[in-house]
Nanobody, 112 residues
Framework: QVQLIESGGGLVQTGGSLRLSCVAS????????MGWYRQAPGKERELVAR????????TQADSVKGRFAISRDNAKNSIYLYMNNLKPEDTAVYYC?????WGQGTQVTVSS
């Protein structure tokens, strides 16, 4: 059974930082992009950042450039999202994604 398990969400004040982790089990995704998406209440799910299997290629949403960074550890079948200078508009459920699979999501709440 393939699973993507996220962790690291929580409540933080504006300007704070969090690190999200996603561990994949059941198969490897070394030949696939892995990424983070988020969905705020009443809004569509959107791409936050993604990274290729080789870690050479990354993509980030304009809204998080300069504040968020994505990394990947293929030995651990994991990806990470480093979120700095968090803003209230970053409040959302953050989902890990790889191939056709989604994690269950982790809540990030940024208080003003």
């Amino acid at each position: 059974q393939v699973q993507l398990i996220e962790s690291g969400g929580g409540l933080v004040q504006t300007g704070g930082s969090l690190r999200l982790s996603c561990v994949a089990s059941g198969r490897t995704f070394i030949n696939y992009f892995m990424g983070w998406y988020r969905q705020a209440p009443g809004k569509e799910r959107e791409l936050v950042a993604r990274i290729s299997g080789s870690r050479v290629s990354t993509t980030q949403a304009d809204s998080v450039k300069g504040r968020f960074a994505i990394s990947r550890d293929n030995a651990k079948n994991s990806i990470y999202l480093y979120m700095n200078n968090l803003k209230p508009e970053d409040t959302a459920v953050y989902y890990c994604h790889a191939d056709q699979y989604w994690g269950q999501g982790t809540q990030v709440t940024v208080s003003s």
